[in-house]
């Protein structure tokens, strides 16, 4: 079955503090791949997306994550997180007209 | 340019009541989604429409759920009489186009308790 896969349910980490957060897909063929962050309130806001060529991509707000086909990850990395971080983050998969999503990863940020 | 907009934001209810939530898309995107999150669960697809047809309804959960989007701009989702288990975040997306690697673009969802 077709799936998204955030291992992390809740994550913390201290102001300026290197991040990772991790997704994995089960798919038969690679899909397109997406990280959406949510912030408290807000609606769901599109941070990166592969869709082929350079397997690390770059996004939004200094955030990065780079697509591992051996490993079916692609997980989203920052070097120095911001206390404006702290929200959920959601990996999410297109393999046609829907979109699969993780379970969403919980980002607490210290002071 | 506005994106995508739903209303109303937050909305408690009781158990067996209606709720009719909206969602106005991007101008110009013909396709329209649904989604829902239940607390602590993934967000799940609910449906599709392109233009005012129902393309997909596949993830709609039962018959006390109706999607309607008369012609094919805004669209509404109402749940009725709605259930505790209907509490959630009812996302709504919007595309230009559609198929893989089409990149959709949420709103800030509607925020339904139903006590």
């Known amino acids: 079955a077709q799936s998204v896969t955030q291992p992390d349910i809740h994550i913390t980490v201290s102001e300026g503090a290197s991040l990772e957060l991790r997704c994995n897909y089960s798919?038969?063929?690679?899909?397109?791949l997406f990280w959406y962050v949510q912030s408290p309130g807000q609606g769901l806001q599109l941070l990166l997306k592969?869709?082929?060529?350079?397997?690390l991509v770059q996004g939004i707000k200094g955030f990065e994550a780079e697509f591992k086909r051996s490993q079916s990850s692609f997980n989203l990395r920052k070097p120095s997180v911001h206390w404006s971080d702290a929200a959920e983050y959601f990996c999410?998969?297109?393999?046609?007209?829907?979109?699969?999503f993780g379970t969403g990863t919980s980002l607490t940020v210290i002071p | 340019e506005a994106g995508v907009t739903q209303f109303p934001s937050h909305s408690v209810i009781e158990k067996g009541q209606t709720v009719t939530l909206r969602c106005d898309p991007i101008s110009g995107h013909d396709n329209l989604y649904w989604y829902r999150r239940v607390m602590g669960k993934e967000i799940k697809f609910l449906l599709h429409?392109?233009?005012?047809?129902?393309?997909?309804e596949s993830g709609m959960p039962n018959n006390r759920f109706l999607a309607e989007r008369t012609g094919g701009t805004y669209s509404t989702l109402k749940v009725q009489p709605a259930e505790l288990e209907d509490s959630g975040v009812y996302f709504c997306a919007s595309s230009q186009e559609q198929g893989v690697g089409n990149t959709i673009y949420f709103g800030e969802g509607s925020w339904l308790t139903v006590v």
């Open positions: 999410a998969a297109n393999t046609g007209n829907q979109f699969y």
């Open positions: 429409f392109v233009k005012e047809s129902k393309q997909d």
């Open positions: 592969y869709f082929s060529g350079d397997t």
């Open positions: 798919y038969g063929a690679t899909p397109y």
